[in-house]
Nanobody, 119 residues
Framework: QVQLVESGGGLVQPGGSLRLSCAASGFTFGDYHMTWVRQAPGKGLEWISSINGGGRTTTYADSVKGRFTISRDNANNTLYLQMNSLKPEDTASYYC????????????RGPGTQVTVSS
């Protein structure tokens, strides 16, 4: 079955960087869009970024554009999110999500990794 496991979260100071990873298994990774979403305390899920199966098409929410970079390694079934210039408002649990072959969103997510941006 589909398994998604995020890692790389932690506590970082404002202005710092983190790189999140998502190890995927149970499906043909390179065929599917993948997405990062996040959920801040007391708030709903927020779409962050998506990437198509081949890795050539990426989209970003305005809130992270220019600071975050999504990428993937299809040979190793891994999705990444490089986060730079982190802000306190980036504090959230971050989840990777398996999309569809033709659409970026889906309903399978991992357990998440916590990112806390604080001085």
């Amino acid at each position: 079955q589909v398994q998604l496991v995020e890692s790389g979260g932690g506590l970082v100071q404002p202005g710092g960087s983190l790189r999140l990873s998502c190890a995927a298994s149970g499906f043909t990774f390179g065929d599917y869009h993948m997405t990062w979403v996040r959920q801040a305390p007391g708030k709903g899920l927020e779409w962050i970024s998506s990437i198509n199966g081949g890795g050539r098409t990426t989209t970003y929410a305005d809130s992270v554009k220019g600071r975050f970079t999504i990428s993937r390694d299809n040979a190793n079934n891994t999705l990444y999110l490089q986060m730079n210039s982190l802000k306190p408002e980036d504090t959230a649990s971050y989840y990777c999500e398996k999309g569809g072959i033709y659409v970026p969103r889906g309903d399978a997510r991992g357990p998440g990794t916590q990112v806390t941006v604080s001085s």
